[in-house]
């Protein structure tokens, strides 16, 4: 069982940047990915962000150059820093973790204005 927390959304401006965080708890020795899902309003959930146990980083391309993904093992955190955001970038932000399955944090609101 792993227990995942996000935090750190909000409203921001077009341009303006924002990191989320994601506490993670439990099996995390046994993790092998982590990632950042998004959902916005009427569309389908994707992946925006995967890091892997060894450090390997994906991005999708709308986000390529914007957005980073990291992990602090030592803070039992992940993170999500976002920069230039865009309205198109406003949905809710899910944290995942996979063992053997896969787990999910609650999600956390992001609202880019225009």
């Known amino acids: 069982q792993v227990q995942l927390v996000e935090s750190g959304g909000g409203l921001v401006q077009a341009g303006g940047s924002l990191r989320l965080s994601c506490a993670y708890s439990?099996?995390?020795?046994?993790?092998?990915?982590m990632g950042w899902y998004r959902q916005a309003p009427g569309k389908q959930r994707e992946l925006v962000a995967r890091i892997s146990y060894g450090d390997t980083t994906n991005y999708v391309d709308s986000v390529k150059g914007r957005f980073t993904i990291s992990r602090d093992n030592a803070k039992s955190t992940m993170y999500l820093e976002m920069s230039s955001l865009k309205p198109e970038d406003t949905g809710v932000y899910y944290c995942?973790?996979?063992?053997?399955?896969?787990?999910w944090g609650q999600g956390i609101q992001v609202t880019v204005s225009s």
């Open positions: 995942t973790a996979t063992v053997i399955d896969t787990y």
């Open positions: 439990g099996a995390f020795f046994r993790i092998s990915s």
